[in-house]
């Protein structure tokens, strides 16, 4: 199937139509979302379950729950940005989603350091991080929208050869 695209009078280039940068965006937004909870899941179960389990410590979420949220964040940003990396995003763009995510865990440590959030309302926190940290994608993909729904012409979901990922 062609993709339908409409001629765009400022820039001589076509651009796609509505309902394509609508799927282009939920698209991009679905995938990094997978590929943030599914992978960072994997992660944080066997950092923080199997291999303790495996060591004998006690679960790091109970016993330091600020450094756990820090590590959470950063288990959950690395397959995202990978996955990123992988469909031949720009390092920029890369960098803005996954400073939110890690923004997300510094915020909340602030909070739990000032006594608004508890130490159990933060292993909440730590438990159900990827939903929040998903939605907080939202507006850092709403700041380059033309982007993320293909209207710059720029390919956000292209194979990045080997020695761009480098």
């Not at 062609?2 to 139509?17: F, H, L, V, Y």
């Not at 943030?36 to 330091?64: E, S």
Request: charged share 15%; net charge positive.
């Amino acid at each position: 199937m062609a993709e339908k695209t409409i001629p765009n009078p400022d820039t001589g280039r076509r651009t796609p139509s509505t309902p394509r940068q609508v799927w282009n965006f939920t698209r991009h937004f679905l995938e990094m979302c997978i590929a943030m909870c599914v992978g960072g899941g994997a992660l944080n179960i066997l950092v923080f379950v199997v291999g303790p389990a495996q060591l004998g410590y006690p679960d790091l979420r109970t016993t330091a729950p600020m450094l756990a949220l820090l590590v959470i964040a950063c288990l959950y940003t690395l397959p995202m940005a990978a996955w990123m990396r992988f469909r031949g995003m720009a390092w920029r763009p890369l960098l803005e989603m996954s400073g939110a995510t890690v923004a997300l865990a510094v915020v909340l440590i602030v909070l739990a350091a000032l006594g608004v959030l508890s130490s159990e309302d933060l292993h909440r926190w730590a438990l159900g991080f990827c939903g929040p940290a998903c939605v907080l994608m939202l507006p850092v993909m709403l700041l380059r929208l033309d982007m993320y729904t293909g209207r710059s012409g720029e390919r956000t979901h292209r194979r990045a050869s080997p020695a761009s990922i480098v």
